[in-house]
């Protein structure tokens, strides 16, 4: 049993003991999921008349049904999404700039955006800019998230080699060219997943706009609520469990999408035929520059010294 390069492989006692946590941790957590259960069957939460609200189609299909919140919530997020991705690009691109001019003031501005809370931008966008409340919600979550992706694809950006931005000035490119051609392409490509959990991110923090009066599904569900009881009740925890379902249902999916996404963009490429019509082998590009900067590529080797690799070559 070999070990990583971080640490050595667990011996006998350590698994040992890491399963007798595992079974301590799981019974621990059936335990307080019965409990759970039993203190909602005690409040009546399993009741038939908390759960006769959603066989009414005005609550699902009306125009202030949950599907409508649903619709706007996935709106908010799908508008968000794209203006945070452009938001973060132009950031990252201002962010790496040569001009100290253009640079510290995009830093200043980035920081300020990455540190004010998103429904606290929210408020200053919906009071100072009287935008609406959808609106406020939407660009508040594009400038808060393409913050948070500028800095990301300039992490990204800064982790490439510098021969990548030389090559680029060396062929006669500009510097902005470079950035978008090279250096933007390959940052994105390391920096997907990091951007993509910041997507999920964004999708969760549409609920905030419930605070601001936006008609996504949290505000809907409370006025449907509100609306089929009066006195506040018996529909609260029912609209919870079905919101939460609901929540889930989209955040997992999009979870989904992300892992198939990181697993599409991590296999390697491959490569061009080479010259007698053959297909190359799928290696992965730094496994390629290793090859050749070792020395153990022979078609590297081949191009580089066209005599390597021939018996009785030379003259």
């Known amino acids: 049993m070999s070990g990583s390069v971080l640490f050595d492989a667990p011996g006998p006692n350590a698994i040992r003991r890491s399963r007798i946590l595992s079974i301590v941790f799981a019974i621990a957590t059936v335990v307080l999921l019965g409990l759970a259960a039993y203190q909602l069957w005690l409040g009546g939460a399993f009741y038939q008349d908390r759960w006769d609200i959603f066989g009414r189609p005005e609550v699902w299909f009306a125009a202030r049904g949950l599907m409508a919140g649903l619709g706007t919530t996935l709106s908010i997020a799908g508008i968000a999404a794209i203006g945070a991705m452009i938001l973060g690009i132009i950031f990252s691109i201002l962010r790496n700039a040569a001009s100290r001019w253009v640079r510290i003031p995009t830093t200043i501005v980035l920081e300020f955006f990455r540190g004010m809370p998103v429904l606290l931008m929210m408020l200053f966008i919906l009071i100072v800019f009287a935008s609406g409340t959808y609106w406020s919600v939407v660009w508040a979550l594009v400038v808060y998230n393409g913050a948070i992706i500028g800095e990301a694809l300039r992490a990204g950006m800064k982790s490439l080699p510098k021969g990548q931005r030389e090559s680029g000035l060396a062929i006669g490119l500009t510097p902005l060219r470079t950035t978008l051609a090279i250096e933007l392409p390959q940052a994105l490509r390391i920096m997907l997943p990091i951007i993509l959990a910041q997507l999920i991110v964004l999708l969760k923090d549409t609920s905030l706009g419930y605070i601001v009066g936006s008609p996504e599904i949290l505000?809907?569900?409370?006025?449907?609520?509100?609306?089929?009881?009066?006195?506040?009740?018996?529909?609260?925890?029912?609209?919870?469990?079905?919101?939460?379902?609901?929540?889930?249902?989209?955040?997992l999916s999009l979870s989904a999408i992300v892992r198939w996404l990181h697993k599409r963009v991590s296999r390697p490429r491959k490569g061009g035929p080479n010259l007698d019509g053959t297909?190359?082998?799928?290696?992965?590009?730094?496994?390629?520059?290793?090859?050749?900067?070792?020395?153990?590529?022979?078609?590297?080797?081949?191009?580089?010294?066209?005599?390597?690799?021939?018996?009785?070559?030379?003259?």
Do not use: C
């Open 279 to 315: 297909k190359t082998e799928a290696v992965p590009v730094s496994t390629q520059a290793m090859r050749q900067q070792a020395g153990r590529d022979p078609l590297a080797d081949s191009t580089r010294y066209p005599g390597a690799g021939m018996e009785g070559g030379g003259g």
């Open 219 to 251: 505000r809907i569900g409370r006025q449907l609520v509100d609306f089929y009881d009066r006195e506040g009740g018996p529909y609260a925890l029912s609209m919870f469990f079905v919101l939460l379902a609901i929540y889930l249902a989209l955040n």
